[in-house]
């Protein structure tokens, strides 16, 4: 028998009454059967100090998987968000495989609905006596919109340009490599 007792079971280890299913491996990987080590005394310290992972692991799998809140959801520790994830994910898979719906689509209903439940939502706060939402006024600085808007216009010049080029009929490969684009472009759009 051992002279250490395990803190969480209260009885000693090495008597293999509560890893009899499990086996200790120490960091070398040499398996000690079941907690037993005949060797030495240093190694049954040594194995008293080490926890039990599965798989001989070094680390939890928290701390494999980064720890924190993606850890928790991943390993179901919160089981309020994990749920949500997998129920969301399960509605927009339905959504796009099933029922066939397109994202432009899906974008454009869901911000229907939004402003339809604010609209209802403010209206309807009057006539219950609450305060109604205050909604924040967005202003776009004009600098930003001034450097979108010039380089907008300079990529349409540039395409105008290229245009001009492939119509006049100068280039053949230029001409070819444009159909192709314009084709791949309208094929791909109908995903959408």
């Known amino acids: 028998m051992s002279d250490y007792s395990d803190p969480i079971m209260g009885d000693e280890i090495g008597t293999g009454s509560e890893y009899s299913s ?24 040594h194995a008293h100090r080490q926890k039990f992972h599965l798989f001989g692991r070094q680390k939890p799998i928290h701390k494999a998987f ?5 850890a928790d959801i991943v390993l179901w520790r919160n089981r309020q968000m994990s749920g949500g994830l997998l129920a969301g994910a399960t509605v927009i898979w339905l959504l796009f495989e099933w029922i066939g719906y397109h994202l432009i689509t899906f974008l454009c209903h869901s911000l229907i609905l939004c402003l339809a439940t ?73 995903y959408f």
Do not use: W
């Open 66 to 70: 980064g720890g924190g809140k993606p």
């Open 118 to 190: 604010l609209f209802l939502y403010s209206n309807l706060s009057y006539s219950v006596n609450r305060s109604a939402l205050n909604f924040p006024q967005i202003v776009l600085p004009e600098d930003l919109c001034m450097s979108i808007a010039l380089l907008l216009r300079d990529g349409c010049n540039q395409a105008f340009g290229i245009f001009r080029q492939v119509a006049s009929g100068n280039d053949l490969k230029k001409f070819l490599s444009v159909l192709l684009f314009t084709y791949l472009t309208l094929s791909h759009i109908s």
């Open 22 to 45: 499990m086996e200790m491996v120490d960091e070398s990987g040499v398996n000690n059967g079941h907690g037993h080590d005949y060797s030495s005394s240093s190694s049954d310290e």
